[in-house]
């Protein structure tokens, strides 16, 4: 083999080695920037609704009304506004999820499946936004309100977890 044909060879083979060595850098990049982008998202709706205090919200007037007579109770409702794009993290990435690991897209699609129940139930045409004086109705807005919060929270302990077990070298 001469000369020129050795630098050739091995010109191609640099070319080849930097090419995928950025592709494999971007597709790692890519999955971690769909994974930090939804757990922000998860954790940031998570925030709202506790700053705003809806899940307090709706176990207070599922409270107040059970204290009184069935006969008595007066219609109650929570309408809150929302809007479509709540989730546009969610939604764009959606074919995405297989880059989050397996038990992260799982608390994900959970959370969002919790998340869009109660939004239909807040928001116009739902049954806690045009009112009703059934407490049940607001118990159960509150209990699958509180498990999205909890999801929420686990889905924070993971991604936490994983960056200091990344920052220790232990992965």
Known sequence: MQTSEIISTAGLLVTAAVA????LWQRWQERTS???AIVAEVLALKKIAEERKYLTGLIEIGEA??????EERPEASLQVRIPEHYCRVYVANVGRLGYLPPEDAQLVVTFYQYADS?????????????GTNDPD???ETANILRFAIDIAEKLAVRHTNRRWVRWLGKT
């Open 137 to 139: 109705t607001f118990a």
């Open 118 to 130: 109660v939004v239909q139930d807040v928001t116009e045409g739902g049954i806690i936004y045009q």
């Open 34 to 36: 769909v994974r930090v």
């Open 65 to 70: 009304l059970r204290a009184l007579p069935e």
């Open 20 to 23: 995928t060595g950025s592709w």
